[in-house]
């Protein structure tokens, strides 16, 4: 299904001032050399989640820049979810896939044929739910179109050699794309498919992360009862167990032992997660009417909301046990506020322990951390500072798109890339995390 219902662009000189005119002239001179070329996106969910967050923003500006784009969505049921929530789980570590799962996917697959329409050029299919769409494709349109594989999830790239039936099945549907792109070097497989690597990124002036008045940061703060008096400690995730919102009630139950405040747990729902109605329900448990702890179920299109309540919060947490990137660190870090997360996939691409925040594993750091911030406000806003300009380097849409017109590009114009290749725009930061600085 088309999604039409895309808010507009900010002009591209809005981004201007916040990027400065080089960036935005280099992203014109690409757009330039593609501007015959029609983009789609393909993915799962409209709302709710990282993906649908990114392509939100992308797509419009995409358009901004002359690139005439189009975000599909695939029809799917809760059945289907229930087997790419199983199948996500597993290539995260967790068992419970199993093989007959397999067909439940290849029917809703079969569902979707056609969904890679034939006025499209370069063809990016977001996650594993619609990646066996190229299975769909005839040859002809395989030869003529650059598709690419974005994944976006934190790969098990180990385990992913030892997964006995699925393993083999994503290597072969991978392999036949023209190219994938993974946010990390960790989650590299070793499938003979061009690989890039490029981290997610944030749009600056969407709903989510522009300057809000502090007068609609003060009436969100108001509407969900948080009391402005006390500091605010805020997770913001979809109610999963790789984000730990249960481990975040108990840190927080610690911290509040020692110092007056106040948590908010700003979860949702996304459609491809069934998952998260159990989960909700244990972090309900675990609160157990904390009148401290808030628990705020909020439509996946609470942008402005989720940005005032962030703002709002002295330390922003993101506890989790897996994160391909973890948007939510790059959102807390733009609004200038210091970050308590877990030591794993893309958060130490963002956080740099003692810099612009705290790495953390257990309940106890975690709990240490968020009360170390709370004692030292002076330090928690420098910190915040130095988060928000390492965004603006590194994480940033502009970046973003600069470097998906980059792949593009270089599958449509540049030359054969070997199969083996693995293309990085900006070593430094994947390789090293941020300790260069
Ligand atoms: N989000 C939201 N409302 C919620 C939960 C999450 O708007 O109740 C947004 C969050 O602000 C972020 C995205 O959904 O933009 C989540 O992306 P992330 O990469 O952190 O995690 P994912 O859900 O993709 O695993």
Redesign the pocket.
Known sequence: MKVTDLPGCPPLREYEQIVGKEAIAELEELAGRLEDVRFQEINSTRLG???A?ILSSYVPFLNELGIATEWTVMEADPPFFEVTKTLHNFLQGRNGFSPEMIEVYWETLRRNEGLIRDDFDVITVHDPQPLGLIEHLPRDALEEKRLIWRC?IHLETLALDQLNDIGPIMKKLVEKYHAGIFSSFQYLPFWSVPSFIIPPFIDPLSE?NRDLPPEEVQATMEKYGIDPEKPLVTQ???FDVFKDPVGVVEAFKRVRQRIPCQLAL???RACDDPECYCVLRNVRAAAAENPDIHILD?P?D??RE?NALQRASAVIVQKSIKE?????VA?GLWKGRPVVAGNVGGIPLQVTDGWNGYLITTIQQTADKILHLLRHPDRADEMGQRGRGHVLEHFLLTRGVRDHLRVADQLVHGRIVSRESVVCYHPRILTDGVRYL
Request: zero cysteines; aromatic letters at 8%.
């Open positions: 989640g990282g993906v967050e976006h989510k913001v995730s979809r700003v979860g949702g909020l996946p609470s942008y989720v391909g990137f973890g948007l939510t959102e």
